[in-house]
């Protein structure tokens, strides 16, 4: 099979049953998507899928032959990091860190759907949402830290939304 990872063209071989983050870590050793519970409960293991976050665990790949699929070790480098893995060190938005790699590919796909003006369980105005704390921790929802680091995380979201917002008015 033939798969767009990060941007480059990979090739597995691997059985139907095979799960999008075993192939991941297992097949192509990019180990930044964790498995925590593997269940789709925890969204430690998710990734971007033709842009949308989803949580690999739950997902086969055989499923995801054509879709440009972006893990953590996609979205930046040691040298040039993505500004919401700037965020998250400047606000000390991780502890153990287990997490963060899937806090931080959730939290590109959360900031993509508030930019296409996607409405949330919380959005009041369904034809335009207002983004705020609510808003994030709602849209977050779906990954656990287990380190309790929650408020830094929406303080990086947030510093991270807000300048987006500001390039977008320019």
């Known amino acids: 099979m033939q798969f767009t990872i990060n941007g480059q063209p990979q090739q597995a071989e691997v059985d139907i049953r095979t799960s999008l983050l075993d192939l991941l870590r ?3 050793s990019l180990t930044g998507s964790k498995k925590g519970c593997d269940h789709g409960q925890c969204g430690a293991c998710t990734v971007l899928v033709n842009g949308r976050r ?3 665990c739950l997902t086969l790949a055989v499923m995801h032959q054509d879709d440009e699929i972006v893990t953590i070790e996609g979205l930046g480098s040691p040298d040039a990091l993505h500004p919401l893995q700037d965020a998250f060190v400047r606000h000390d938005g991780f502890q153990c860190g287990y997490c963060t790699p899937g806090q931080i590919c959730s939290a590109v796909g959360m900031l993509d759907e508030v930019a296409k ?3 949330s ?3 009041a105005d ?3 949402p ?3 704390d609510e808003e994030i ?3 977050m929802s779906g990954n656990l830290c287990r380190c309790a680091a929650y408020p830094n995380i929406v303080d990086a979201i947030r510093e991270v939304a807000a300048n987006d917002q500001r ?4």
Do not use: T
């Open 26 to 28: 297992e097949h192509l």
């Open 54 to 56: 989803i949580n690999s």
């Open 117 to 119: 003006g996607w409405p």
């Open 121 to 123: 369980h919380v959005s």
């Open 126 to 128: 369904l034809n335009d």
């Open 130 to 132: 207002l983004f705020g």
């Open 137 to 139: 921790r709602e849209r």
């Open 167 to 170: 390039e977008a008015a320019e």
